[in-house]
């Protein structure tokens, strides 16, 4: 099978450190690459050889998330503490959503109806609700606190 060159392109960025973080969706055939030196992030169809799209966010893009059945694409910009909201069908940022210092992972809800984001800086947690983008609860805030590095999400729908 022949490699499309955006593909190759995106493995390459990401090898040379010009891009932080690949991300896929569930269900949709695109590929997402934060790219943190240009500020944006690029959308990869891997099954066809087009130049990516390229979407300009927030400063130092890190993670990538794209909730279930949503039809957004979020975006957590490390430089300026916020989290880009992306219309997955027009590929336009929507909006931003400020969220503690240094946001450096996202996770969304099995449902898709939250986004969890880290933020290394302040050490907390901050819960986005995806039909409102605003933040509705913020955890382990404050000095002393934890200093999240990694996130992870669980479905509690298995049966064990």
């Known amino acids: 099978m022949l490699v499309p060159a ?3 392109f995106a493995l390459a960025l990401l090898l040379s450190g010009g891009g932080t973080v690949l991300a896929q969706a569930e269900r949709e055939p695109w590929i997402y690459v934060a790219n943190a030196g240009a500020n944006t992030i690029m959308v ?9 799209v390229v979407v300009p966010v927030g400063q130092e893009p890190h993670q990538i998330v794209v909730p279930a059945g949503s039809g957004r694409i979020y975006v957590g910009n490390f430089g300026e ?9 027009t590929l336009e940022e929507i909006g931003r959503v400020r969220v503690g ?3 450096t992972r996202l996770a969304a809800t099995p ?5 969890l984001v880290n933020s290394f ?6 819960v986005i609700e995806v039909a409102t983008n605003r933040v509705v609860r913020v955890i382990g805030q ?6 999240p590095r990694r996130l992870s999400r669980t479905d509690r729908s298995r049966s064990r």
Do not use: K, W
């Open 81 to 89: 503490d916020t989290v880009s909201v992306i219309d997955a069908n």
């Open 101 to 103: 210092q240094s946001p």
């Open 6 to 8: 955006a593909a190759l």
């Open 142 to 147: 404050g000095r002393g606190a934890a200093r």
């Open 121 to 126: 800086g302040e050490g907390s947690t901050s």
């Open 44 to 52: 990869i169809d891997p099954g066809r050889d087009t130049a990516p």
């Open 111 to 115: 449902d898709g109806r939250f986004v």
